[in-house]
């Protein structure tokens, strides 16, 4: 019989994605998601789309209409399934978005994780248990490290971040926005119950994880809103730092084979910078010559002097330590070929 796993949030970028990659292997899928993205973000955020896609794509696919805040239905549901694999990615995933829906977000990110974790430790706790974090959970802390200007960019002035920021960095004493929060608070319980309980969690903390099939917003998704903002000529409201804040991208394949390695080979609550490193990290000015470079469109945008509160000036993940635990995962998308499929995929989406 064919192992089963369960995906929260399967309607999203990263759930989808993972769907997808898990049924070739030959998994039995099962996708858990109400959609919730459409009531944080409005009708631009509803994954309805990509719901369909996965009940077209995978055979046997098993989609479950279930809020992850319903304690008893996750508990009911993890018993049902026993699921060999767990990912978490279903969240309240905007900064931005967190400050106006504060009991949403928390009883999301913090309460949702742990309604989880719990029906895993009754019914499935030998199974590996994999959570999408954020980094986030270091707040506004990598914006203490001295930083040097450059002509599109902010980097580093400090030889110990020449490989960017390794997951030893500290997420206490910072600011984190009401959304970095809940999630450290969702980060700490996937630990826990790896450390106490010894089962097989990670947590996954994540640079801006990208992709084709990404529905991207204003406040979430930042280089698939960017595409979709150029190729419709609209307006992209780029916040303070001049522009030249750097974020690092990964495309949601290479995140999906980070977890399947994870799976085969499980640790007890293990923590991962999980970013495309250095050599994928932009800044927005940036993303702005790479898709112009595509699209050959010019991207039109409006300056803010105000930076969003709590934005990193400059981040990218140190990825030596995934590389060390796992050493057949790499990289295998770089930026170029990632924009190249944003913008194909917004092609066949938008209207002509
Ligand atoms: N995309 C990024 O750049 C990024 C960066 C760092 C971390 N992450 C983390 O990765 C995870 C996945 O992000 P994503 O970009 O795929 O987000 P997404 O919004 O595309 O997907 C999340 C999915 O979860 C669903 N969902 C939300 N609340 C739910 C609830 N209460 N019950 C059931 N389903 C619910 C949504 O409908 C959505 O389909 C999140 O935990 C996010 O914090 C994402």
Redesign the pocket.
């Known amino acids: 019989m064919a192992k089963s796993i369960l995906i929260?949030?399967?309607?999203?970028?990263?759930?989808?994605?993972v769907c997808l990659y898990f049924s070739r292997l030959g998994f039995q899928v099962h996708g858990?998601?109400?959609?919730?993205?459409?009531?944080?973000?409005g009708p631009a955020?509803d994954?309805r789309l990509?719901?369909q896609r996965l009940v077209d794509a995978i055979p046997g696919y098993q989609h479950h209409e279930?809020?992850?805040?319903?304690r008893v239905g996750v508990l009911a549901l993890v018993k049902e399934i026993s699921p060999a694999v767990i990912v978490?990615?279903?969240?309240?995933?905007?900064h931005d978005r967190a400050a106006a829906i504060p009991f949403?977000d928390f009883?999301?990110?913090a309460v949702?994780t742990l309604n989880l974790l719990e029906a895993c430790r009754q019914h499935s706790p030998e199974s590996p248990f994999i959570?999408?974090?954020?980094?986030?959970v270091y707040g506004d802390a990598p914006n203490r490290i001295p930083m040097m200007e450059l002509d599109t960019r902010w980097e580093y002035a400090d030889e110990h971040r020449e490989h960017g920021i390794p997951e030893s960095f500290s997420i206490d004493q910072s600011l984190h926005s009401l959304?970095g929060a809940s999630?450290a608070a969702?980060d700490i319980l996937v630990q826990e119950y790896g450390r106490y309980f010894g089962m097989p969690t990670c947590c996954?903390?994540?640079?801006?994880?990208?992709g084709p099939n990404?529905?991207g917003v204003e406040l979430?998704?930042?280089l698939s809103y960017l595409v979709k903002c150029n190729l419709e000529g609209r307006h992209y409201s780029v916040y303070g730092y001049k522009g030249k804040q750097v974020r690092d991208?990964i495309h949601?394949e290479d995140?999906a084979r980070f977890m399947h390695d994870f799976s085969l080979s499980p640790r007890c609550g293990e923590v991962y910078n999980?970013g495309g490193g250095k050599d994928n990290s932009c800044s927005i000015i940036e993303a702005f010559e790479m898709v112009e470079a595509l699209t050959g469109r010019k991207q039109v945008y409006a300056y803010i002097a105000k930076n969003r509160i709590g934005d990193h000036i400059c981040y990218y993940s140190d990825l030596r330590k995934m590389k060390a635990h796992y050493p057949r995962w790499d990289i295998t998308r770089p930026l170029k070929q990632t924009f190249s499929e944003i913008v194909q995929a917004w092609h066949k989406r938008l209207p002509s």
């Open positions: 929260t949030g399967s309607n999203g970028l990263i759930g989808s994605e858990l998601d109400n959609n919730q993205r459409a009531v944080f973000f955020g994954t990509n719901q279930l809020d992850i805040r319903n978490h990615t279903a969240a309240q995933p905007s949403d009883d999301t990110n949702g959570h999408m974090s954020t980094n986030k959304f999630k969702s996954l903390r994540g640079g801006c994880l990208t990404h529905s979430h998704g930042f991208n949601s995140v999980l």
